[in-house]
């Protein structure tokens, strides 16, 4: 079985940085993509990175593409968002999510497991 615990989240000013982390727990976090995704109240879960099991690869929502990084340390089991120039629109519940495999899927509906979500909110 695989857990996901993600941390980093809070309160920052627009303008400002976090850096979100999430932990795998379990075997094989090599053979994982891992993907962060967002969902704001009202709205739908939507993607927001993602990065291949060797690292070599990320995609990004066009939202974040420039601001945000997604990286991995796989010694570590943990993958990482940074998050650089945030804006009020930023502001969601985060979640980092697992697919087993070669792919790196941009849809909820293909990942295998999710964290428990940790809130960021940027003021203005």
């Known amino acids: 079985q695989v857990q996901l615990v993600e941390s980093g989240g809070g309160l920052v000013q627009a303008g400002g940085s976090l850096r979100l982390s999430c932990v795998f727990v379990?075997?094989?976090?090599?053979?994982?993509?891992m993907g962060w995704f967002r969902q704001a109240p009202g709205k739908e879960r939507e993607f927001v990175a993602v990065?291949?099991?060797?690292?070599?690869?990320?995609n990004y929502a066009d939202s974040v593409k420039g601001r945000f990084t997604i990286s991995r340390d796989n010694r570590k089991n943990t993958v990482y968002l940074q998050m650089n120039s945030l804006k009020p629109e930023d502001t969601a519940a985060y979640y980092c999510?697992?697919?087993?495999?070669?792919?790196?899927?941009?849809?909820?509906?293909?990942?295998?497991?999710w964290g428990q979500g940790i809130q960021v909110t940027v003021s203005s």
């Open positions: 990065i291949r099991w060797s690292g070599d690869s990320t």
């Open positions: 999510a697992a697919d087993l495999g070669w792919r790196m899927p941009t849809m909820s509906s293909d990942y295998d497991y």
């Open positions: 379990g075997r094989s976090f090599g053979d994982y993509a």
